[in-house]
Structures are given as C-alpha cells and as structure tokens.
C-alpha cells in the first residue's frame, strides 16, 4: 500500500510564493519520476513539471523561470516551488510519483493541493 500525501497550498497575491510538498509513504522499493500537475476548472489537467531519478527536469513553457521542482529521495518527497505566482496559476495541483514495489512499477497521485492566487 502507498500514500501520497500532499501539503503547502493556499491563498496567496499575485507576485508571491508557496511551496508544495508530496511525501510518499508504504512498502516503496524505489521511486522512478516524480512530478507535479494542475487542473483549473474547465480545463484538462496539464504537465506543470518533473524531475526523474537521476535529477533531470522537465517544465511547462508556461512556468519556466519561476516554478522549481526538486526531491529528497531520503525523505520520498518532492517539492515544488512556485515563485512570482500569477492569477492563471489558479489551480488544484496534484503531484504524480512513479513507485517501483517489488517488480511492478506503478504511477500513484496525490489527493491535490488547491492553489489560488489573487490579482
């Protein structure tokens, strides 16, 4: 069994900053890619950004230069850092965590994380 737990949103003025967090918790052998999604409403779910085991990342064009992602392989957690935010980062992000358990990997999501950024 696996848990992802997600923290860090919130409300917060456009210019500003969060971070938000995704441990990953149970019987993991390894952890392949990890990364972070977001879904505003009406809109399908899209790639914000992702970091790979040997720490290659990858970003939408849309956050590049502002947002971070990063993880702690000790601690099973990823991290996102969300810098000079803007209204359209509005959404419900969702980090996405490839877990290895014995011989299958699988893909795991977080519950979500809402994040809401004012004008």
């Known amino acids: 069994q696996v848990q992802l737990v997600e923290s860090g949103g919130g409300l917060v003025q456009a210019g500003g900053s969060l971070r938000l967090s995704c441990a990953a918790s149970?019987?993991?052998?390894?952890?392949?890619?990890m990364g972070w999604y977001r879904q505003a409403p009406g809109k399908q779910r899209e790639l914000v950004a992702s970091?790979?085991?040997?720490?290659?990342?990858n970003y939408a064009d849309s956050v590049k230069g502002r947002f971070t992602i990063s993880r702690d392989d000790t601690k099973n957690t990823v991290y996102l850092q969300m810098d000079s935010l803007k209204p359209e980062d509005t959404a419900v992000y969702y980090c996405?965590?490839?877990?290895?358990?014995?011989?299958?990997?699988?893909?795991?999501w977080g519950q979500g994380t809402q994040v809401t950024v004012s004008s």
């Open positions: 996405n965590v490839e877990i290895r358990i014995r011989f299958i990997t699988t893909a795991y």
């Open positions: 970091i790979t085991s040997a720490g290659s990342t």
């Open positions: 149970g019987s993991i052998f390894s952890i392949n890619a």
